[in-house]
Antibody, heavy 121, light 112 residues
Framework: EVQLVETGGGLVQPGNSLKLSCATS????????MNWIRQTPGKRLEWLAQ??????????SYLESVKGRFTISRDDSKSSVYLQMNNLKEEDTAIYYC????????????WGQGVMVTVSS | DIVLTQSPALAVSLGQRATISCKTN??????????MHWYQQKPGQQPKLLIY???NLASGIPARFSGRGSGTDFTLTIDPVEADDTATYYC???????????FGAGTKLELK
């Protein structure tokens, strides 16, 4: 059974940092391209970042609006993916999900339960 | 940039057919596949994949759900609608990568 468990969320003031973690099991993490997607309070789903696998040199892509503030990383030995978020803004308030990409069609067939991040003074 | 357009809401009666549409401003077909996918999200839950590559039923999804379309026009059909189907349905394109503007805004399905 595929499991994805996001942790590390919480309430943070604007300008501060937070690091999200996603622990996974039930699939071959080392070859998975991992993604972070968030859902805003208005229920909009927004893709944030992707990190490919070792065979693709861990190539990374970001949504333009978070480039330079967010950093995705992975630890294949722990089957985990991370999202370091710096200089947080109120508009970063959302539920954050990690999900592996299904490369056969570039869709997301497994999702974690998500972790809430609230940016507010 | 690619834009996905969904109607905000749809109300149907139990046992009737629900047809949810998703239109794109760019063709999402490529080498015989339509890179359009559908997700269901119930309140307080994560999204769940229903349909991938326009018409393929994801694992464990009942046959009441079906998808069709190509190019720029896609539909998700639920027939017959059951009470448990009240949720928000999102379309997602993966023709243009990376995934900027990959999701539609969602259609909230309600019962009459």
């Amino acid at each position: 059974e595929v499991q994805l468990v996001e942790t590390g969320g919480g309430l943070v003031q604007p300008g501060n940092s937070l690091k999200l973690s996603c622990a996974t099991s039930g699939f071959t993490f080392s070859t998975a391209w991992m993604n972070w997607i968030r859902q805003t309070p208005g229920k909009r789903l927004e893709w944030l970042a992707q990190i490919e696998d070792k065979s693709n040199n861990y190539f990374i892509s970001y949504l333009e609006s978070v480039k330079g503030r967010f950093t995705i990383s992975r630890d294949d030995s722990k089957s985990s993916v991370y999202l370091q978020m710096n200089n947080l803004k109120e508009e970063d308030t959302a539920i954050y999900y990690c999900t592996p990409l299904n490369n056969s069609g570039d869709y997301f067939d497994y999702w974690g339960q998500g972790v809430m991040v609230t940016v507010s003074s | 940039d690619i834009v996905l357009t969904q109607s905000p809401a749809l109300a149907v009666s139990l046992g009737q057919r629900a047809t949810i549409s998703c239109k794109t401003n760019q063709n999402v077909d490529y080498y015989g596949n339509s890179y359009m996918h559908w997700y269901q999200q119930k309140p307080g839950q994560q999204p769940k994949l229903l349909i991938y590559l326009a018409s393929n039923l994801a694992s464990g999804i009942p046959a009441r759900f079906s998808g069709r379309g190509s190019g720029t026009d896609f539909t998700l059909t639920i027939d017959p609608v059951e009470a448990d189907d009240t949720a928000t349905y999102y379309c997602q394109q993966s023709r243009n990568l990376p995934f900027m503007n990959t999701f539609g805004a969602g259609t909230k399905l309600e019962l009459k």
